[in-house]
């Protein structure tokens, strides 16, 4: 194991509420009705993906401009309530540590877009440990699409058959399998025994109490 790859909300941040209170508020604003059931849907989907299935739900058309301002404001309240409230999960500090002392790179490919990166990695104070990242902004097709993760190895100069992903949706761990690379996956406790996941390499409650041997025995 050379470098490891992670996915970001939901892995590193819970940040689910916050794209939740965000899309009801901006949503609810012009017109469409939020539900639980149907919120769960955009979960690990693009911000666009997500526009344009809120809007297709509600039978609305906007122009393309109009279309860019709501999802602007969609991330502008993301941004906000992850700068304010923003927690990592369990274990995160502790693995990030683990894999810095070991010299590993370490990279963030993520279907956010761009400008939440640095907020979320800020508000966490995990910035230094990355060596790049990448985000929805940055390719043609976000997850499931391997796209993103062959990125993301280019740009910590990596190879796919010597890296592990850690994803928490069977979305991103679609495309990390995509990519060649062997994937850990830590799922909500809502969907953990989703036959799914049975396609990772490992499958994790809990970053919490991750030890790295674990890791390093994947490629044994």
Do not use: C
């Amino acid at each position: 194991m050379q470098a490891v790859i992670f996915d970001m909300d939901g892995l590193l941040i819970d940040s689910e509420p916050f794209w939740k209170q965000a899309e009801k508020r901006v949503f609810s604003a012009i017109g469409v009705e939020i539900t639980d059931a149907l919120s769960a849907k955009t979960m690990g989907m693009t911000t666009r993906e997500a526009t344009e299935f809120w809007l297709e739900h509600a039978d609305l058309s906007l122009s393309q401009d109009s279309m860019e301002q709501v999802e602007n404001d969609v991330i502008d309240e993301v941004a906000s309530l992850t700068a304010t409230k923003g927690q990592a999960l369990p274990g995160v500090h502790t693995l990030l540590e683990q894999l810095k002392q070991h010299k590993l790179k370490i990279g963030l490919a993520t279907n956010a877009p761009a400008r939440l990166v640095p907020v979320v990695l800020e508000r966490l104070d995990i910035t230094a440990f990355f060596d790049n990242y990448v985000a929805d902004d940055d390719v043609e097709q976000g997850k499931p699409h391997p796209a993103i993760y062959q990125l993301a190895l280019q740009r910590i100069n990596a190879k796919a058959d010597h890296t592990l992903a850690f994803e928490d949706s069977v979305t991103g761990m679609t495309a990390a399998i995509g990519a060649g690379i062997r994937t850990v996956v830590v799922p909500s406790a809502a969907n953990y025994h989703l036959p799914h996941y049975d396609a990772a390499a490992l499958k994790l409650e809990s970053l919490d109490g991750l030890a790295l041997e674990e890791l390093h025995d994947l490629f044994s």
